[in-house]
C-alpha cells in the first residue's frame, strides 16, 4: 500500500487550501487553550469544509465511531460510514487509518498523510489531515479532513511546479460591452509566485493586472489581448525589477487558452547580461582558449606517463607482467578469430645472481637495461611486444609468427646476446640468455602455452645455457643449437636439423602465467 506520512512540513506538502488553513486555525487554538477545542471544527459550523470532513468520536476501548461523514467523500468512496464503528474497515487500510489516529491523539500532534485510494475509483491519492481536538466534557475528538487528489491534477501540479519557468495562466474579464478589462488568473506555478513576490493560493482567481502590475502599461497587456482575438502566439523580452531592486530580464511566451491564455516567464538575466558583455569575453576568449589547449596538452602528457607507469616496468622500460600477459591474451584471441599464427619466447638470463654477486645490483641492473635494450629493438616496432615477468625472466609475444620463424628470431637474439658487453665502471660485462620457444595450437589457453614456453626455457637451462629450446607441439623438445656450437647458420634454422634431439622433460609448473 503506498502511502506518505508527515509530521512536519505539512503545508509545503499538501495541496489542498483548506488543509493549510484548518492546520492554521488548529494551531492558534492549540498556542491559546493549550488544545484545540472541538467546536470550531463542527460540521455544523464549518460551512463547505464539512463536505470533505469526518469526525470521529471515541468508544470504550481503542474504537471510534463515525459522528460525521462528508458529502463529498461519500460521492468518492461510495458508501456512507456514518454511525459505524473505525473497527469495520478491515485490512492493511484499516489498520493504517486506526495506526495514524492513535499516534496524533497519543501525542498531541496534526498528522498529514498521501495514500493511494483504496474504495474510490476515480481518486488517485487522498490526502488526509489529521487534527486531535477536545469537546466540551473533555473527550477527545478525532476531526479528519479529506480531500482526493485527481491523478491528473496530481500531475498537473508536479509538472507546474517543476518547471524552471514561471508558468500562469489566466481567463480574460469583460466589460459589459464585450471588451477585455482584465484577467483572472486560474492556474500559476510556484516559479510564477518568486517571480511576483507572492504565494501561489495568493494569486490564484487575482487580477493579471494587480498580480503583475507591470501590465497596467497598456501596450504590454494589448499583447496578450491580441494573443486571445488572434490566436496567434507571442514571444517578447521585458525587464521586471526584483523584490532588491535589482532588474530582471525576462523571456515570455503567450499562447491561446480558451478566452485567455497561457504564459510562460523564462528568467534570461544571465544571457542578457552575457550578451551585453559580448565584446568583453570575446576579448578574454583568445587567451582562455591558448590557455586550454596548454592544459589539454599537460594532461594528454600526464595521462600518456601514467599510462606507461602502468604498463611499463620501471627498470628497464619494458612491458610489466600484467601488460605483457594481457598482450598475448590479445594476440591468441585475435589469431583465434582470424586464423593467424602466434608464438612466443621465454628468455632467461644466464648465470645472474654471479652478475649480481660480482658486480653488485648496479651491474645486474645495467645488464637488465642492456638486454631489453637489444632485444626490444630486435622485434617489430608497434607489433611484436617485450615483457618483463620478473628478475632476470622475459618474454616475447610474436603475432602472426609461426614457430619456425619465432625459433629463429630467438636464436638471432641468442647470437646478439652472446656478442654483447655492457660497459660498467673501467670495464665491461658479458651475458648470455637460454630461450624457450612455442606456439600457439590453435584451441589451448594461454596458461598452457606459457607452460610449455616455460619447460623449453627449463630445458635449454638444462642443456647448458646460452641455448634455444622449442617445443614441438607434439610432446618434443628441440634444442636448436647447443653450447659453443656456431655451425649453425640462420639459415639453417627453420629446417631444424639439430646436433642433437631431446625427449622431452616432465613438464614444470609455469610461473609466467601468474599475476
Partial sequence: MYREIYESGIEERCHAPAIRRLLAQWRLLVDEHGFAPFAPFDPISLGPDADDLIVMVPLDGEDYVYAHYGSAIVANVGMDMTGHQTSEFKGEVGDFFRDINARAVGEGIPILTLHRGAYAVNVHIWERLILPCRDADGSTIVVVYCKPRELRDDLLTTILDASLDGIV?????????GAAIDGQIIAANRRAGRLVGRPVEDMLSGSMRTVFPRLRDESAWDRYVRVVETREPVEFVADYPADDGSERWYEIAVAPLGDGVLATYADITTRKLAEDAAR??????????????????????????????ATRD??????NRRAITDGLQRGIALAERYGHPVSLFAVDLDHFKRINDRYGHAGG?????????????GLREEVDLFGRLGGEEFVAVLPHTGLTAAAAVAERMRALAADQEVPFEDGAIRFSAS?????????????????????????????????????EGDGELLVVRLPGDTSIAPAEVPAFRPRTRQNSAPRRKSSLGQG
Avoid at 170 to 176: K, P, Q, W
Fill in 435 to 471: 630461450f624457450g620457444v612455442a606456439a600457439w595450437d590453435g584451441r589451448e589457453s594461454l596458461d598452457r602455452l606459457l607452460s610449455r614456453a616455460d619447460t623449453a626455457l627449463y630445458r635449454a637451462k638444462a642443456s647448458g645455457r646460452n641455448v634455444v629450446c622449442v617445443d
Fill in 169 to 177: 495562466a489566466m481567463r480574460l474579464v469583460r466589460g459589459t460591452d
Fill in 365 to 377: 641492473d645495467a645488464v637488465l637495461k642492456a638486454a631489453v635494450d637489444l632485444m626490444t629493438h
Fill in 280 to 309: 568583453l569575453i570575446q576579448l578574454e576568449h583568445a587567451a582562455a582558449n591558448e590557455a586550454l589547449k596548454a592544459e589539454i596538452a599537460r594532461r594528454q602528457e600526464l595521462e600518456e606517463e601514467l599510462s606507461r607507469l
Fill in 314 to 319: 620501471p627498470l628497464t622500460g619494458a612491458l
